[in-house]
């Protein structure tokens, strides 16, 4: 077969742009290699923080970074704003595991480390040692490797949960300034502990469907606990829990039932609220009204919030030091 000249040529410049194209596809949407030429984004003591270490950490969160910026330039800005803080992180985690390792006392035991490589075999490999090590040759990694990572990675979790606990006393004091500062934030919509039967139509004519839904308000007033007749005759998502619903707001409740539920005290039932081809029997377990809770009832809620604020901030002052006093440098 003769092919022409002419011919040739664009065949060639067809599979030159086609395969510049595909180049130009296949570039990483991180950026990463034009804002490190050398591989390198930083060396911390002795360790240096790779490209290819950054790119794992943020190939997972690319496509929700795209999501939530539609311009390249918010994009670009905020993918740079990610990388930075995916550096700073790996950068710490050196120097955590390195005030780790100061005190000689310390040690991982390794059955921790075993363990821990267990699971992931287990979890993540169907407990096949083999493709576990075929994962291992396709990231580069040697099993020494690996297991150095899963011991700092024990060591890194260690060293933050110890100084969460350092700062997990929180003084009633404190609760009652948080509460008496921020009182807006504990205020309440009407709430309801709610349980409800479903009754669906079905083929049943009027009079049958209503004789169903007697029958369920006859036993309901024989006595029987409601969380039994709903287990027994309820259609809902819920029956096999009784019908528990648990904690709704009169807001995120339909109208139909707002109206009937909400006049309700404690411990009784609706009369039988028909929506669609549906009868729904509803049931006060328990009632919230509205305005602001007790500060009894949000304490623990305010411990949590005031020991989240303090290990932010000790966090933050540790890292500052472990920084001000280790070898950092970036690129």
């Known amino acids: 077969m003769t092919v022409r000249p002419y011919l040739l040529s664009a065949a060639a410049a067809f599979i030159v742009l086609t395969h510049s194209v595909a180049a130009e596809e296949e570039k990483p949407k991180d950026r990463l290699d034009l804002r490190f030429e050398n591989g390198i984004v930083a060396v911390v003591e002795d360790r240096a923080i790779t490209v290819e270490e950054v790119r794992r950490e943020l190939g997972p969160l690319i496509p929700e970074l795209q999501r939530q910026n539609s311009s390249e330039a918010e994009y670009n800005k905020a993918l740079e704003a990610l990388q ?37 075999q287990n979890n993540q490999f169907e407990g096949d040692r083999s493709k576990f090590l075929a994962y291992l040759r396709a990231k580069g990694k040697t099993q020494r490797e690996y297991r ?3 011991e700092e990675d024990i060591i890194y979790s260690y060293m933050r949960q110890q100084l969460r606990k350092s700062t997990s006393l929180i003084s009633p004091v404190k609760i ?7 009182k807006d934030k504990f205020y309440q919509d009407d709430a309801v502990d709610l349980r409800l039967i479903q009754l669906n139509r079905e083929k049943l004519t009027d009079e049958q469907f209503k004789a169903r839904t007697d029958d369920v308000i006859a036993r309901l007033n ?5 969380e039994d007749v709903a287990k027994d005759v309820s259609a809902d ?91 950092v440098k970036y690129y």
């Open 84 to 120: 930075s803080d995916i550096i700073q992180n790996l950068i710490d985690r050196v120097l955590i595991v390195k005030e780790f390792r100061k005190d000689e006392k310390k040690k991982i035991p390794p059955q921790y480390v075993d363990n821990e490589i267990a699971d992931t």
């Open 148 to 150: 150095k990572e899963v």
């Open 176 to 182: 009652e300034t948080y509460y008496n500062e921020n």
């Open 222 to 226: 024989a006595g029987e606990k409601f």
């Open 237 to 327: 998502a819920r029956k096999a829990r009784g019908g528990d619903w648990g904690w709704q707001k009169r807001g995120d409740l339909r109208k139909e039932f707002v109206d009937q539920l909400f006049t309700l005290e404690k411990g009784r039932f609706t009369q039988p609220i028909i929506v669609g081809d549906s009868a729904y029997v509803l049931y006060v377990n328990e009632r919230k009204f509205a305005g602001i809770e007790p500060v009894d009832a949000v304490r623990d809620q305010i411990e949590k919030i005031l020991v989240s604020q303090m290990a932010r901030e000790a966090q933050e002052k540790w890292l500052e030091r472990l920084r001000r006093n280790g070898y």
